[in-house]
């Protein structure tokens, strides 16, 4: 019996509406899984736009290159999801290095592929700059400032060589292995993380291409097998694009810095020789106006011991040609006559012998001298020169007898012209004192002469042994002298190979050592000292 057409119907349209929710499944889970994919590229590209807009506001703020290159690390390994970023710099020994012809990385990823010849690499250094890891790597040391050169790294050679392509790798490891004669960066650990990339910084100060340079290099490293999207690589291109502006733009700064610092420091040396060359100019003018000024003073001086004796030997000639003239009025100018023919005469003997004196052509003839006996016969001579201004010498000598060897003659002279400098600039009534020591221990005879008097200014103490330079208002006050006495004190000292030192201080008194009579006032009273220092010489050879 033939079932009904419907049933068959029936049956059909069972199938078909089991066929349709089947297939109403299979769309629902289709497009969740779709969803989900467009969820995750949406979420892929924010995070690109998140990192290059980070990089981007960072460098337009003028952010310190070390902290853009740390951000970029940081970002990169949150957008990748990868482990560790490292971004590297080179330094070269030839700053001037350019890359050369590109060569293709798929020896890195081939190991079977033929090997090119090596291309010639510039000597440079790498530094690690900046190093980021994920939160999972917390056994990863930070390898900051840690240097090797780019030769120990075969890595970078490529990356170097491919500039500006990146350069991935599968597996460095197993390239490694294959490979003994290559070598790896000490930071990199091709074991724990094998697979990564390594992107140039390229960057052209002058903007074109055929003159590029390798600034560093930007490396992921990930301890999984992943492929690299192209996305990413071009993400990692524009990034890479980016850090190279931020290094040049530094680099230059550090530059136009340097330059600013070098000519700030030229001119800072400019002005300073300049200050220098015009206090040199300063001193050499207030020198000349000092030389002017000693010339006057020469000149002076040598004018008055000239023409004072030369005016009284012509009065004296005069005065013996009137007829009639006394004999006791003839003698008397001829006395005159004959003392200031003598005062001419010590002029001229001491400006010759003082040029004896400094030209060393003059040998002191050393002979034993009785220091006690000497100085005695001295002091005896001096009584009668000072009986008039009322001056007394006091002598101060060790108890023990003194022999001094020396030139008998120049230390006659010596204590001559200083006795009789004191006699001239003494007080009236006051004592000078000559005080000998002897020294045992140097062998050498220390003499002290003392006055109260007239004493010597600051500003005249330094050329008080120079010749024709004599104390300020000396020859104002009539004081007689040439200028040459002391001069002349220190060739001979300097001869018997001794020193001579002067000091001239108010006396702490308010003058009371003096007589008191009005004649100086008490305020101007001096402590003059004279202090020659004697050693013993050796006898002159017969």
Same mark, same amino acid.
């Given at each position: 019996m033939q079932a009904p057409p419907y049933s068959g119907r029936c049956l059909e349209m069972e199938k078909l509406k089991s066929v349709s929710e089947q297939l109403a499944v299979a769309v629902e889970e289709g497009s969740s899984g779709a969803i989900a994919c467009f969820q995750d590229q949406g979420s892929f590209y924010?995070?690109?736009?998140?990192?290059?807009?980070?990089?981007?506001?960072?460098?337009?703020?003028g952010t310190t290159l070390d902290r853009i290159l740390q951000l970029t690390a940081d970002r990169l390994v949150e957008?990748?999801?990868?482990?560790?970023?490292?971004?590297?710099?080179?330094?070269?020994?030839?700053p001037l290095f350019k890359t050369r012809q590109a060569r293709s990385s798929e020896a890195l990823n081939d190991p079977a592929a033929p090997q090119r010849p090596p291309q010639r690499l510039p000597r440079a250094k790498i530094t690690v700059v900046a190093q980021a890891t994920s939160s999972h790597q917390s056994d990863s040391q930070p390898q900051l400032h840690q240097s090797f050169w780019l030769h120990e790294c075969f890595w970078c050679q490529e990356a170097f060589t491919n500039a500006p392509r990146p350069v991935p790798i599968a597996d460095l490891a197993e390239f490694l292995r294959g490979h003994p004669d290559r070598t790896c960066g000490p930071i990199f650990a091709p074991d724990v993380r094998p697979t990564g990339v390594?992107?140039?910084?390229?960057?052209?100060?002058?903007?074109?291409?055929?003159?590029?340079?390798? *600034?560093?290099? !930007?490396?992921?490293?990930?301890?999984?097998?992943?492929?690299? #999207?192209?996305? /990413? +690589?071009?993400?990692?291109?524009i990034v890479a694009a980016s850090l190279s502006t931020?290094?040049?733009?530094?680099?230059?700064?550090?530059?136009?810095?340097?330059?600013?610092?070098?000519?700030?420091?030229?001119?800072?040396?400019?002005?300073?020789?300049?200050?220098?060359?015009?206090?040199?100019?300063?001193?050499?003018?207030?020198? *000349?106006?000092? !030389?002017?000024?000693?010339?006057?003073?020469?000149?002076?001086? #040598?004018?008055? /011991? +000239?023409?004072?004796?030369?005016?009284?030997?012509?009065?004296?000639?005069?005065?013996?040609?009137?007829?009639?003239?006394p004999l006791e009025r003839q003698a008397k100018y001829l006395d005159i006559l004959e003392e200031e023919l003598r005062r001419e005469s010590n002029l001229v003997k001491d400006l010759l012998n003082l040029q004896r004196l400094e030209s060393n052509s003059v040998e002191p003839f050393v002979q034993t001298v009785d220091l006690k006996q000497f100085l005695r016969n001295l002091a005896n001579s001096f009584?009668?020169?000072w009986a008039e201004p009322e001056l007394k010498l006091s002598l101060s000598l060790p108890k023990s007898a003194i022999k001094l060897q020396t030139d008998a003659n120049s230390l006659d002279?010596?204590?001559?012209?200083?006795?009789?400098?004191?006699?001239?600039?003494?007080?009236?009534?006051?004592?000078v004192h000559l005080h000998i020591a002897h020294d045992r221990t140097a062998n050498q005879v220390v003499m002290t002469l003392t006055n109260?008097?007239?004493?010597?200014?600051?500003?005249?103490?330094?050329?008080?042994?120079?010749?024709?330079?004599?104390?300020?208002?000396?020859?104002?006050?009539?004081?007689?002298?040439?200028?040459?006495?002391?001069?002349?004190?220190?060739?001979?000292?300097?001869?018997?190979?001794?020193?001579?030192?002067?000091?001239?201080?108010?006396?702490g008194d308010g003058g009371t050592s003096g007589r008191g009579d009005g004649s100086t006032p008490p305020?101007?009273?001096?402590?003059?000292?004279?202090?020659?220092?004697?050693?013993?010489?050796?006898?002159t050879a017969s």
């Open positions: 924010r995070q690109h736009q998140n990192l290059l807009y980070d990089l981007t506001m960072a460098i337009h703020r957008a990748l999801q990868t482990e560790r970023a490292t971004i590297l710099l080179l330094k070269y020994t030839d390594n992107v140039p910084l390229v960057g052209s100060a002058s903007g074109s291409s055929s003159s590029t340079t390798v *600034l560093g290099f !930007l490396v992921l490293e990930h301890s999984q097998a992943r492929p690299w #999207l192209a996305e /990413e +690589l071009r993400l990692l291109e931020a290094i040049l733009h530094s680099q230059t700064i550090q530059h136009v810095q340097a330059l600013v610092e070098d000519r700030n420091a030229q001119l800072h040396s400019s002005l300073d020789v300049q200050a220098k060359l015009y206090e040199k100019s300063r001193q050499q003018v207030e020198q *000349l106006r000092r !030389l002017n000024q000693v010339k006057d003073e020469i000149l002076s001086t #040598l004018s008055h /011991e +000239l023409n004072t004796p030369l005016t009284t030997m012509k009065m004296a000639v005069q005065m013996l040609r009137q007829p009639g003239l009584e009668a020169k002279r010596i204590l001559m012209e200083l006795l009789t400098n004191a006699g001239k600039y003494s007080e009236p009534g006051t004592t109260i008097g007239v004493g010597i200014s600051e500003e005249d103490l330094p050329f008080i042994f120079d010749k024709f330079r004599r104390g300020t208002g000396v020859t104002e006050r009539a004081i007689a002298g040439t200028g040459l006495g002391l001069a002349l004190v220190k060739s001979l000292v300097m001869q018997l190979n001794g020193t001579i030192a002067v000091t001239s201080r108010p006396k305020n101007l009273l001096y402590e003059t000292c004279f202090t020659v220092t004697l050693p013993q010489l050796a006898a």
